[in-house]
């Protein structure tokens, strides 16, 4: 058997016994020796925290050592300092700056998590509406159906039926146009009925509705 390669640089696994009883002499310990184990364990753990919040950490140690030094006496070496000062200022706001980018970014694949997770649940509604619509939508599992279209509705899922869209402008952007005919009782360019129901998610489209668009009298 081939012995596995050894890593000098690898931090060896700290584990930190917080039992009160020796189990060797059976004694009481001494609580000092725990706490002190106890205090370098958290010291280690630290040690890899969140790097972004490490770097933080250092730039403003670096910020704030360098606002409590005296000025100097002038000398050549201040215009050095001077520099040193504004390359910390530049890399603080540039950090910042990258600070922004990640939590925007970590925004916006949390957005696109619901975004997928609800797109993967319409057919799911649309059996509901199916059951709905042929009068089966009762007892418990009606009671579900109304749960899950709460939870769902909580995160941002709107609905667009016909109860919140006939008579409505037709809107491109949101609605398909199946038919177009002429209606007596709803103006041209408003929606007649509704095909299918359709779903936004915070103003994006999950599926358009799809709809008849009245023509006005002609």
């Given at each position: 058997?081939?012995?596995?390669?050894?890593?000098?640089?690898?931090?060896?696994?700290?584990?930190?016994?917080?039992?009160?009883?020796?189990?060797?002499?059976?004694?009481?310990r001494?609580?000092?020796?725990?706490e002190?184990?106890?205090?370098?364990?958290?010291?280690?753990?630290?040690?890899?925290?969140?790097?972004?919040?490490?770097?933080?950490?250092?730039?403003n140690?670096?910020?704030?050592?360098a606002?409590?030094?005296?000025?100097?006496?002038?000398?050549?070496?201040?215009?050095?300092?001077?520099?040193?000062?504004?390359?910390?200022?530049?890399l603080?706001?540039?950090?910042?700056?990258?600070?922004?980018?990640?939590?925007?970014?970590?925004?916006?694949?949390?957005?696109?998590?619901?975004?997928?997770?609800?797109?993967?649940l319409?057919?799911?509604?649309?059996?509901?509406?199916?059951?709905?619509?042929?009068?089966?939508?009762?007892?418990?599992?009606?009671?579900?159906?109304?749960?899950?279209?709460?939870?769902?509705?909580?995160v941002?899922?709107?609905?667009?039926?016909?109860?919140?869209?006939?008579?409505?402008?037709?809107?491109?952007?949101?609605?398909?146009?199946?038919?177009?005919?002429?209606?007596?009782?709803?103006?041209?360019?408003?929606?007649v009925?509704?095909?299918?129901?359709?779903?936004?998610?915070?103003?994006?489209?999950?599926?358009?509705?799809?709809?008849?668009?009245?023509?006005?009298?002609?």
């Amino acid at each position: 058997m081939t012995d596995q390669p050894h890593n000098e640089d690898q931090e060896p696994i700290r584990f930190t016994d917080k039992r009160r009883i020796d189990p060797e002499t059976g004694q009481l310990r001494d609580q000092s020796d725990t706490e002190a184990e106890s205090a370098e364990a958290e010291q280690a753990s630290s040690e890899h925290a969140d790097p972004l919040s490490q770097v933080e950490d250092i730039l403003n140690a670096a910020s704030a050592q360098a606002s409590e030094q005296e000025a100097p006496e002038p000398s050549a070496d201040t215009d050095q300092a001077a520099e040193l000062r504004e390359d910390l200022q530049r890399l603080q706001a540039e950090f910042v700056n990258y600070r922004r980018r990640v939590d925007r970014d970590r925004d916006v694949a949390k957005d696109n998590a619901k975004f997928s997770m609800l797109e993967s649940l319409l057919p799911v509604l649309d059996d509901i509406d199916a059951a709905d619509a042929a009068g089966d939508l009762d007892g418990p599992f009606a009671a579900i159906a109304r749960k899950l279209l709460t939870t769902l509705e909580g995160v941002g899922l709107v609905k667009q039926d016909g109860e919140t869209l006939v008579g409505e402008p037709f809107d491109p952007a949101h609605h398909e146009a199946m038919l177009r005919q002429p209606s007596q009782e709803v103006d041209a360019e408003h929606i007649v009925q509704v095909f299918r129901n359709g779903y936004l998610y915070n103003e994006r489209v999950l599926r358009a509705a799809q709809v008849m668009v009245s023509a006005g009298n002609e």
